[in-house]
Structure formats: structure tokens, C-alpha cells
């Protein structure tokens, strides 16, 4: 009778027609306005690792006395001619009158070299590069000359910080285009072979894309007040989170939607019962996800504080345009969104069928599914429980201690072939080297004890505009720059300034120098290296707890129950730790890559607890409904088959968007691709799919303890209100 009535009436002209239109021209022009800002988004990012790191860092402090030293804020270059043979006379001459034409390229202060190798078959300059936005086309510029101008037959670098920086940067450049159309593409595909519709596709993309544009404007405000610092990481994972994030509950809406049209003819009233049926779950799902990670803003990394408001800011702007844009779509395209196969009303006796196992009306692989966890609930729960420990041992060879800087760029890079070049001729840390801040009363003791360090190949006092000083050397500075009473010393390590060998004589001189003066600081790029991995390792310990409290509470608020949210928690986190240790095996016996960014657990568990617990939010609120109507272990098989297919999409979908951060040639973002994509897709087809439904059925109505909904006097009631079980399906095992 209530579907009766629904079909006859009338809704007002304004709710069918003036809301729909309006809120569809307001995200019109969020999107006109936002998309553009696309391209700006450089204007207020940065890839400086040493900005990222927390203000007590001892190499942020150091740095921070550094700047008094210089009058700019320019990052070395490290220029390298190799040869197969030693340099003749003439050739060094050739190389010498480099020297010139670098400077007149006015990229920064004075050059310094040509230093020649011990070994005569290499020559090197120091080339100081404002340390600006335009660092990637100087650096070109750089690059363009050297090979003009080198001997013949030789080969050129451009490598050291500023070298290094720049091919980071070339590296990023596919966010902006091709990371986009290959998420974008992938989705389109991927909704293509779910709805058989053209339409529908198209509509769903319109609200990711959107709510993309809705939330690079929010999140270049953001960073143009200086409220947050934007990296190449972030606006990446931005995008892809976005993207996956909205498509994921535009699906739960859509369902809903096509299940409603099946009950009335009226477009704009299915559209309002498919929201009214749908808010609950993706605002509980967004503002888990929202939460968690803001649980980020604890991390004491710049980098991990930056990325939790940017992600936060994505998250919410797919929720808006999922519960406004999408809804507002439908009211307006009714049925026809899914043409060619439109949804047919259903006689009002096949509406609300009577349900006694939960599995009636389903059919294929979630009706089996169903009633394998309905005969065998123990043995699925359990199998599943062991795979996943199993896989989980693997994250004992997980080694996320962070990789030196020439193995984050995956790509070719002229930067990292430098540094290999340096390592053959000259001390492997030359062009960046350790910075030690020390008293000016001590500093002959600390340049000695600095000196006598194993893995110094060379330490000198530094002189104003940035020269060595040499006592007793002809034309050579005799007195050190002193600011505030105190003075700087340069320190070349034998290692490669991003190798673990080169932290270690970092962590010794720490040790070794405050020995002699207890406000001694030890900086430079080794440094920044060794704290942002310090540092980062620490946070992993200090947030997962926050995260975790967090996401249960918001089950306990939304499942009214303490012991289901308390499972679904410990289930994500079991996923997750299988998801790291295959991760760890795949990194260590496929790709080969040297080991894993210490930021990477982190990130991983953030997105990978707050996503899976989403699927499990869309499970476990439709079992609560069914289970109020039909009683908890029908409703369990009721809930489990009715959102089996758009989950599997939604998690296929996000797994692919999260598989196109892969196209981007850094370490970090390939690292974080395979471990969000493998965890989502074992998520949803293991823990979601067997695991918590097996678990759930097992339990019976005492997963919802305290609830009322726990007591077996309530889940028997619920179950009276249908008929009585046919003999067959009581020999099912209906309990």
C-alpha cells in the first residue's frame, strides 16, 4: 500500500524540476572554476624533502642556521665530465673554460671548480641554483651547456641536490595528465562492464571529475593561505582518492536508485528514497575516512600533516557531489540513465518478498556465496582468518627504513647517473655535504674530532660567500664566518650523501661532536634524510592507535552495537597486515627494489584500515537493516547478497584508480599503488565477501551486543514477522 501511494503522488514542480537543475549548474560552475586551477597547483607545491621535516629536527635547526651563512637560499648542482681516459691538457683546458659560460647563465652565485678527479679521468663544478620554481628549467639550461661544451666523446651530469630535485620533478610532471586520463579511463571501463550503459558511466564520472575540481580549488586555497604545505605526493594521492572515493559511493547511490525505480514509476521519488536509503552509509564512510585522516595532523612529519587535510578535503568534496550532484542527476535522467537495460517495476507482491534463509530471489555467485557461509560459517571464518596471518608473515621482510635518493626516481635520470659518476672518481658525498653548526670558541676541536670520524674524507670551516678556509694559503680566506657566535663546517663523506653508510657517519659525528660542544648540530642532505626516516617510523607508532580509536568509535555510533565495530577493526588490520607482507615479498622478489620509503606502513594503514572498514560500513549497515526486518542470520544473507556486486565494483574500481598511481616513476607512489590495490581487492573478495559474513553468521544476533538487537528474544521476533519456513528450507540449516 506504501508503494501504492508513493506511485500516485504528485511531487511538487520545484522538487522535480528547480532542485535537480540548480544544483547541477552550482557543481557546473565549481567545476569551471576549479579545473583550471588544475594547472596552478606547482605555483604552491614543493618537493624540498627538507620542508617537510618536523621544526625540532636537528637538520631542520641546522639548516635554519645555514641561511644565516648565505644570502640566498640556493641548493647546489654538482656538474661531472667523465672520461674513459685521462683528461689531456688541452681537454682541461676545454673544461676549464666552462667555467664561464656557466656563470653567465646567472643560476645562482659563483661557480666553483674544475675540480679534477685523483684519477684524472673526471672534472667537477659546483654550480649554485636559486632555489626556486623554475629549478627544473635551469637545471636544463645547465645541462644543454655542459653537453655543448664538453670535450668530445665525453659524458656530462648534472646531478647533487639541485640536479637530483629537478629530475624529481620531470618525474611528477605525469600527475597533471596522464595519471588523471589513466584513472579516469580505467573506471570508465570498469562502470562500462557493470552497467551495460553508456549514460550511467558517463554521469558517475561527471561527479568524480567534479568533486576533483571542487576539491584542487579547496585544497589550492588551502595552500595558498600557507595553511598546509603541497608536495608532488600529495596532489597525486589527491587525485586518485578523489576519483576512487566518489565512484565508490556514487555506486552505493546507484544501486539504491535501481532497486527504488524497481518499486515506483516517479524518477524524483526514487531518487529521494535511494538518498534517504544511502546517506547514512557514505556519510558514515566518508567521515571515517575524513577522520583518519586527519589523524595525521598528530604526525610530527610536515609531510604527513600536509597530506591528511589535502586527502580530508578530497574525501569531502566526493561526499558532497555524491549526496548532491549524483542524486540531482538521477532525479533528472530517471530510467533513461540506464538505457539500454532500464529497470523494469516489479509486481507489488515481488517487492517486499518474505525472507526466511536470506537467500531468496538471488541467484550466481552470491546466492553460493551465501550458502557456503550459511552451511559452513566456522570453517570459512577460520580458513580465512589463517590465509590472512599466513600472508601477513611476510611483513617480516618488509624493509620500510627509507632508500637512498638516487632509488626513488624509477625512471632514466641524468642526476642519478651523476651520482654513480661521482662515486667512481671523486669522495661519493661530494656536492653535499654534512653542515655542522658549532660554537666559534670550539671550533678547531670540533673540525679535528670532525676530521678523525671514519667515513670524512674531508672537513674545512667555512668563510663568508662560501669559500674554504685555508690558513696560510695564498689568496685564500684565513678566517671563518661567525654569525651569532657561531660558525659553519663542511664535512665531504666518503659514502654517497643518500646512502645508509653516509647516515651512519651522520649518527657518529652526532655522537662524537657533542662530546665536545653539547649545542653542536650536524645537517645537510644526509641528515635530512636520516631524520625524515627517524621521524617518520616514530609517527607509525604514535597514529595507528589514534586511527584505530577513531574508526571504532564511528562504527559503535553507526552499528549501535560495541562487539561488531570491535571485529570489523580487528579485521581491517589483519587485511592490512596481509597486504604488507605480500607487498614485502613482491618488492623484494619481483620489482627489486631496494627497500621501502619509511612513510610507506603509514600510509598504506591509513588508507587501507579507513577504506576497508568503508565496505565493511556498506555490509554491515544493510545486515542491520535486513536483520531488524527479518532477524540477524537471514538478514546477514540478505545484506550480504544484495550488496555483494556493488561492492566487488566499488572495490575493482578503487583498486584500479589507486593501480594508476603506478604510472608515476617514483618509488613512493608505486609502493603505495600495489599495497592500497592489493589490500583493497583482498578486502573486499576475502575479508568482506567470507570472513566477516561467516564471522557474523556464527555469532548470530550476538554480534550486535549490547544492542536490543542482540538479545535472542528481539532477533526472534523480527524473525515472526515473516512466514513460517518452508520444510525445505528448514533442512537448509536455518537457525
Known sequence: MKTKRQNSTRVPFWLRWLVPVLLVVTWLAIAGIGGPTFGRLSEVSSNDQASFLPAGAEATEAQDWQAKFRDSKEIPAVVVIESDAAFTPAQLGQAAALKGKLEELKAGSSVIGPIPSKDAKAVQFVVPIASSDEVKNVIKEVRDEVKASAPEGMQTFVTGPAGLTADLVGAFAGIDGILLLVALGAVFVILLVVYRSLLLPIAVLFTSVFALCAAILLVFGMAKLGWIQLNGQSQGILSILVIGAATDYALLYVARFREALTHTTNRTAAALTAWKAAWEPILASGATVII????????????????????????????????????????????????????????????????????????????????????????VWVASVLLLVVAAAGVLQLKANGVPQTAVILSASNAVDGQKALARHFDAGSGSPAVIVTDQAKAQDVLAKTKATDGVGDAYLVADGGAPVIPGAPGAATEPAVRDGRVLINATLNDAADSNEAENVVVELRKELKTIDSGALVGGVTATALDTNTTAQRDLVTIIPVVLGVILVILMLLLRSVLAPVLLVASVVLSYGAAMGVSAVVFNHVFGFPGADATVPLFGFVFLVALG???????????????????????????????????????????????????????????????????????????????????????????????????????????????????????????
Not at 589535502?310 to 532525479?331: H, Q, R, W, Y
Not at 526472534?716 to 513460517?724: D, E, L, P, T
Open 613 to 735: 572498514v568503508d565496505y565493511n560500513i556498506f555490509l554491515m549497515s544493510r545486515v542491520r537493516e535486513e536483520s531488524i526486518k527479518h532477524g540477524t542470520r537471514p538478514g546477514i544473507l540478505r545484506g550480504l547478497g544484495v550488496t555483494g556486486g556493488v561492492i566487488t565494483s566499488a572495490g575493482v574500481v578503487l583498486a584500479a584508480t589507486f593501480a594508476a598511481l603506478g604510472v608515476i616513476p617514483i618509488m613512493f607512489l608505486v609502493q603505495l599503488a600495489f599495497i592500497v590495490a592489493f589490500g583493497v581487492l583482498l578486502d573486499t573478495v576475502l575479508v568482506r565477501s567470507l570472513l566477516v559474513p561467516a564471522l557474523a553468521y556464527d555469532l548470530g544476533h550476538r554480534i550486535w551486543w549490547p544492542s536490543k538487537l542482540g538479545r535472542a528474544e528481539t532477533d526472534r521476533a523480527a524473525r515472526a514477522q515473516v512466514s513460517q519456513p518452508e520444510p525445505e528450507a528448514a533442512e537448509a540449516g536455518v537457525r
Open 292 to 379: 583518519a585522516l586527519l589523524c595525521l595532523l598528530f604526525s610530527d612529519l610536515n609531510s604527513n600533516k600536509a597530506l591528511g587535510p589535502v586527502a580530508a578535503a578530497g574525501i569531502l568534496c566526493s561526499l558532497f557531489a555524491a549526496l548532491t550532484l549524483l542524486p540531482a542527476m538521477m532525479a533528472l535522467l530517471g530510467r533513461a540513465a540506464f538505457w539500454p537495460f532500464r529497470p523494469k517495476v516489479l509486481p507489488e507482491e515481488e517487492r517486499e518478498p518474505e525472507f526466511v534463509t536470506g537467500l531468496e530471489g538471488q541467484k550466481g555467485l552470491w546466492r553460493a556465496t551465501g550458502s557456503l557461509v550459511s552451511r559452513r560459517p566456522r570453517i
